[in-house]
């Protein structure tokens, strides 16, 4: 009961930041939406314990809502972001990261982490802080796979709508540089029968 408690004080703290974010890009609520369906997809796929399902979907809930501080001219800019842009726009994990902490919930740090570390890559390309293969936690490698197939599965400003089977093979290319390969056997399982789909 006191875990439930715990839980919900947390989903309460982060659903009023989401609203808050979807607010300012209202392409961010469907987004977010479809990636905690999918993440907790992969996610029971992986065998996470009910804890760990509850962190994840919490973490997909508001993993983007560091985008609160991105000025407009960044955030909703339609075209290409040029460098100077992309580095502003990268912040937002850091961001998203410091908004959880401060919530000073019991589950905050387990959240902000994987909040932190959702656009690190295995081979350690990625940021904030280049972490590498395992280094990476486990929740934020998960929501990785499901942030990148939404986002390339959906119509935005700057690319043509893809098809289920061109993002997967986009996906696929992409396993061992910014992908988990044991996270992408899961999720290309469930995939392929998932209402998260696209067509
Ligand atoms: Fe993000």
Same mark, same amino acid.
């Given at each position: 009961?006191?875990?439930?408690?715990?839980?919900?004080?947390?989903?309460?703290?982060?659903?009023?930041?989401?609203?808050?974010?979807?607010?300012?890009?209202?392409?961010?609520?469907?987004?977010?939406?479809?990636?905690?369906?999918?993440?907790?997809?992969?996610?029971?796929?992986?065998?996470?314990?009910?804890?760990?399902?509850?962190?994840?979907?919490?973490?997909?809930?508001?993993?983007?809502?560091?985008?609160?501080?991105?000025?407009?001219?960044?955030?909703?800019?339609?075209?290409?972001?040029?460098?100077? +842009?992309?580095?502003?726009?990268?912040?937002?994990?850091?961001?998203?990261?410091?908004?959880?902490?401060?919530?000073?919930?019991?589950?905050?740090?387990?959240?902000?982490?994987?909040?932190?570390?959702?656009?690190?890559?295995?081979?350690?390309?990625?940021?904030?802080?280049?972490?590498?293969?395992?280094?990476?936690?486990?929740?934020?490698?998960?929501?990785?796979?499901?942030?990148?197939?939404?986002?390339?599965?959906?119509?935005?400003?700057?690319?043509?709508?893809?098809?289920? +089977?061109?993002?997967?093979?986009?996906?696929?290319?992409?396993?061992?540089?910014?992908?988990?390969?044991?996270?992408?056997?899961?999720?290309? +399982?469930?995939?392929?029968?998932?209402?998260?789909?696209?067509?």
């Amino acid at each position: 009961m006191q875990e439930l408690l715990k839980f919900s004080a947390l989903r309460r703290y982060t659903k009023a930041l989401s609203v808050a974010l979807h607010e300012r890009d209202p392409y961010t609520r469907f987004h977010c939406e479809r990636v905690i369906n999918l993440a907790t997809e992969i996610g029971i796929a992986c065998e996470l314990s009910d804890r760990e399902l509850v962190l994840l979907g919490v973490g997909a809930s508001f993993h983007d809502v560091g985008k609160i501080g991105i000025p407009d001219s960044v955030l909703l800019k339609p075209g290409k972001l040029d460098a100077d +842009e992309w580095e502003i726009m990268k912040t937002h994990s850091e961001r998203g990261e410091r908004i959880v902490r401060a919530t000073m919930l019991a589950d905050a740090p387990a959240v902000a982490s994987i909040i932190r570390h959702h656009h690190e890559h295995v081979d350690g390309s990625g940021y904030p802080d280049g972490l590498s293969g395992d280094g990476i936690p486990l929740l934020s490698r998960i929501l990785s796979i499901a942030d990148s197939y939404d986002a390339m599965a959906t119509v935005r400003a700057y690319h043509r709508p893809r098809g289920h +089977e061109e993002v997967v093979a986009m996906i696929r290319a992409e396993v061992n540089t910014k992908f988990d390969p044991k996270v992408f056997e899961r999720f290309a +399982e469930v995939i392929a029968k998932s209402p998260s789909r696209t067509q």
